[in-house]
């Protein structure tokens, strides 16, 4: 048994680790006091209040699990009840308060971020509905997000748009994406405009897509570039942007490395033990009219603009990964983990093999 100046000492140890210094205040631009406690992890207080609207998308969940294992209190906005219950066990009890929100309506998002020092805006659509067209999320919905959070006194704002936004681009969506960002700009001039590459990850539509229809991705013979990056690279520099002093611009996030939309299907086809596509090459009008024969039933299929995106290249500009502390990782390191499920039984654990770069 312990002897009772054993476990004086003991709970000493434990008071003196629990002991707040000066490192764990931080006075925010608006003066407000955030103050840290506790071992740093899941069960720590960061001190912290964060919104994440978008938190039920594909890099949503991984951002609200980073933040949430800092022990920061995450505010996640959803629309459909059974869309957030994967993200309540992310953070410790109560630092997950989920809130039912409409990108339409002013009170409920003032409601979700008026608590907030930080507010992130990943909202974003892949493809129109008779609801929801591009510039109602991307433009309106934006602007909207970026206006109250000014009016609650918000101190940082962070808008995820895309590398290829452009108000000059073919696509509807780059350009929508583009426009978004002036909104917000002209909304909330401090906000952090970040603009991600083509993500991937297990729950993506990207490599799964390639796995299940290679045939929308031969469209340009397999010549268009990508700079694909992981979802889990973005998801860590958007979380550091919550500890790193304001960065008011664009920050920019291509993956490492530029590939063809040739070799990831190679590459695709290799880690997967299945032979190539042998689908011919669809021109792009032929292309075009069957995604908008494909707009007929209520799920979603391709769309004519993703279509149109299957032959932009992704703009070649610096990727600022210094300036969020993120050091992002080659495709190849990570596709096997989510392509194996993609194997028959009897390639299942056979060698990894990536076809060779062309130079």
């Given at each position: 048994m312990?002897?009772?100046?054993?476990?004086?000492?003991?709970?000493?140890?434990?008071?003196?680790?629990?002991?707040?210094?000066l490192h764990d205040l931080v006075t925010l631009p608006g003066?407000?006091?955030?103050?840290s406690s506790g071992t740093p992890g899941y069960s720590a207080v960061s001190g912290h209040v964060v919104t994440v609207f978008g938190c039920t998308g594909f890099l949503g969940r991984y951002l609200v699990s980073k933040l949430a294992r800092m022990g920061t209190q995450v505010i996640v906005p959803y629309r459909e009840e059974d869309e957030k219950?994967?993200?309540?066990?992310?953070?410790?009890?109560g630092q997950i308060v989920s809130m039912e929100w409409?990108?339409?309506?002013?009170?409920?998002?003032?409601?979700?971020?008026?608590?907030?020092?930080?507010?992130?805006n990943l909202v974003g659509r892949q493809y129109e509905t008779k609801n929801f067209k591009y510039s109602d999320v991307h433009v309106s919905g934006a602007e909207r997000i970026a206006k109250i959070a000014a009016q609650a006194g918000v101190p940082r704002l962070v808008h995820v748009s895309h590398l290829n936004a452009s108000t000059s681009s073919p696509s509807h969506f780059y350009r929508t994406k583009a426009e978004g960002e002036e909104r917000v700009r002209d909304a909330f001039p401090a906000a952090t405009i970040v603009r991600p590459g083509q993500m991937y990850g297990c729950e993506d539509k990207f490599l799964?897509?390639?796995?299940?229809?290679?045939?929308?991705?031969?469209?340009n013979h397999?010549?268009?570039?990508?700079?694909?990056?992981?979802?889990?690279?973005?998801?860590?520099?958007?979380?550091?942007?919550?500890?790193?002093?304001?960065i008011p611009g664009t920050i920019s996030l291509p993956g490492p490395r530029t590939l063809t939309t040739e070799y990831l299907l190679d590459m695709v086809s290799s880690l997967t033990y299945t032979p190539p596509s042998s689908a011919p090459v669809l021109p792009k009008s032929i292309a075009l009219a069957l995604a908008k024969v494909a707009q007929a039933p209520w799920w979603p299929l391709i769309s004519p603009d993703e279509v149109e995106r299957r032959y932009i290249d992704d703009v070649d500009v610096p990727g600022d990964w210094e300036t969020v502390g993120v050091t992002p990782d080659e495709i190849e390191n990570h596709a096997i983990t989510y392509l194996r499920r993609y194997r028959s039984a009897e390639n299942f654990v056979r060698p990894v093999v990536f076809p060779a770069r062309s130079s």
């Open positions: 312990l002897s009772a100046s054993h476990v004086l000492r003991v709970q000493r140890v434990a008071v003196s680790h629990g002991k707040r210094t003066r407000k006091p955030i103050i219950r994967h993200l309540k066990p992310m953070g410790d009890l409409d990108i339409r309506n002013d009170e409920q998002i003032a409601e979700c971020l008026r608590h907030s020092d930080i507010v992130y799964n897509n390639m796995a299940s229809w290679p045939i929308w991705w031969k469209l397999g010549e268009t570039k990508i700079r694909p990056v992981h979802v889990m690279d973005v998801a860590q520099a958007l979380t550091n942007l919550m500890t790193i002093p304001q």
